[in-house]
């Protein structure tokens, strides 16, 4: 089994400082979720490659996509996300180039508009282009794009000894396949494809001559997606975009609706519901809050547990969902790899290659202290809330499991503690678990075991 280095699975170590010739972005980085999809893109809507990407299923699919007008990168006038984050949309505009015919053309004359959004495992984009000036033009528009297939833990910094299998890109009229054979047996997919054919595509590139008569537009669409489909077209975008955007409101509607004689209260209320409908996935026992984006973007137990106790006066259908989560996913056995014991509730579940092929633990795992006592609650928290005792009674055997390994954890000493069973697991389990959150007062590591004065009763 490899060897991981905790510093680099510390969400607090920036990854810059990992990596020191990584680009430094002047601009903020935007993000878009759906189900198990998410993208993070600079300002521009450019992927670059750092930590940045398209990611499916803790893989990033999409490494690089970049989008280029005659060769150079674009003035940015603006970005934004929609107010119910299902639209990113960035403006820009041409810097001095040259049309395909070699006329110049000045900073200013093409505007560009992209708009993305994720639905059902697809990136769909569309690119607008507006000539604004008095000239007929030829212009050569240009996305660059690569898959590495990075496991997350890769892209956070993690090294692998050994890698699947990467295949050559297979590019046909009107898309380009890009594909990896993972060593635990599943083949990673990104088809690109777009609604016109360009007129020169490669294995990372595509270059479009499209004509823009003055003061008119040109619009292309793109996808990607684990398999070609359809071509993309204006009504695939508008028919996702829709889709998606009634998905979110649904999400966002479901609980309580508060609203006052404040305007700025009213904007924050909805800001707030917006970004938790963001974060939270439609799973077959409910829904579930995920931690966050980029590095989170999954079930935690702690995270979900607490997310769901404060949104649990405006909506307690979040915390049913959460706990019959947890519920199902319960520690069954013991298991010093897993830092599992019968009764104990689940801190993280991943289901990238290097979690399936057990590089790391974290394909489910149980090292979080406070995450078993969290649930039982969060359990008491509901009831009290909603009344909904036929569901508390469906929990009884669970909720029974983790207060018997509570009582068992701190039986020792009279505090519950944590110890990692193996030097794979996280070393500190409370909520801040780098590496080095608890040390002693000069500075010295502590051994454990470890009792956090928030987790006693």
Request: proline fraction near 5%.
């Amino acid at each position: 089994m490899m060897e991981l280095d905790e510093r680099k699975l510390d969400p607090a170590v920036a990854l810059s400082s990992l990596d020191e010739t990584a680009p430094r972005e002047p601009h903020r980085l935007f993000a878009l979720k759906q189900g198990d999809c998410f993208a993070v893109a600079d300002a521009y809507g450019d992927i670059r490659g750092s930590g940045d990407g398209f990611f499916r299923d803790d893989t990033r699919v999409l490494s690089e996509f970049r989008l280029t007008i005659g060769g150079r990168q674009m003035s940015l006038l603006g970005a934004s996300l929609s107010q119910d984050n299902v639209l990113f949309t960035s403006n820009l505009t041409n810097l001095p180039i040259q049309s395909a015919a070699g006329r110049d053309i000045p900073q200013g004359a093409i505007h560009i508009e992209r708009v993305r959004l994720i639905w059902q495992d697809r990136l769909f984009e569309r690119i607008t282009l507006s000539n604004y000036s008095r000239e007929h033009s030829t212009i050569t528009v240009s996305l660059h794009f690569a898959a590495d297939f990075r496991d997350m833990f890769e892209v956070r910094g993690s090294t692998r000894v050994k890698r699947g299998t990467t295949h050559v890109a297979k590019t046909e009229k009107e898309s380009v396949m890009l594909g990896y054979d993972g060593l635990d047996g599943l083949p990673r997919l990104s088809a690109i494809s777009f609604s016109q054919a360009p007129d020169k595509l490669s294995d990372n590139r595509a270059d479009f001559l499209i004509a823009v008569t003055k003061r008119s537009q040109k619009v292309l669409y793109v996808e990607v997606g684990p398999e070609v489909s359809e071509a993309p077209s204006r009504d695939r975008f508008r028919a996702a975009a829709a889709r998606a955007r009634f998905g979110m409101r649904a999400k966002r509607r479901h609980g309580a609706t508060v609203h006052s004689s404040g305007r700025v209260f009213n904007d924050w209320v909805e800001r707030a519901r917006a970004d938790v409908a963001l974060l939270t996935t439609e799973l077959p026992t409910g829904p579930y809050p995920y931690a966050g984006i980029p590095w989170f973007s999954t079930a935690f137990g702690r995270d979900g547990v607490i997310s769901s106790l404060q949104m649990l006066w405006l909506n307690p259908g979040l915390a049913r969902g959460v706990l019959a989560f947890l519920a199902e996913h319960q520690a069954t056995e013991t298991s010093p790899f897993s830092d599992s014991q019968p009764g104990k509730i689940m801190h993280e579940t991943r289901k990238g290659e290097m979690a399936a092929l057990r590089e790391l633990p974290f394909g489910r795992y149980y090292g979080g202290v406070d995450t078993t006592p969290l649930y039982i609650h969060l359990a008491s928290a509901y009831a009290d809330r909603t009344g909904d005792m036929a569901f508390i009674d469906k929990l009884w055997p669970s909720l029974k499991a983790a207060a018997e390994w509570t009582e068992e954890a701190s039986r020792a000493t009279g505090f519950v503690t944590y110890q990692r069973a193996a030097e794979s697991g996280l070393a500190n389990q409370g909520w801040k678990d780098s590496f080095d959150s608890v040390f002693h007062a000069d500075g010295r590591i502590p051994k454990g075991p470890i009792a956090l004065v928030e987790v006693q009763g």
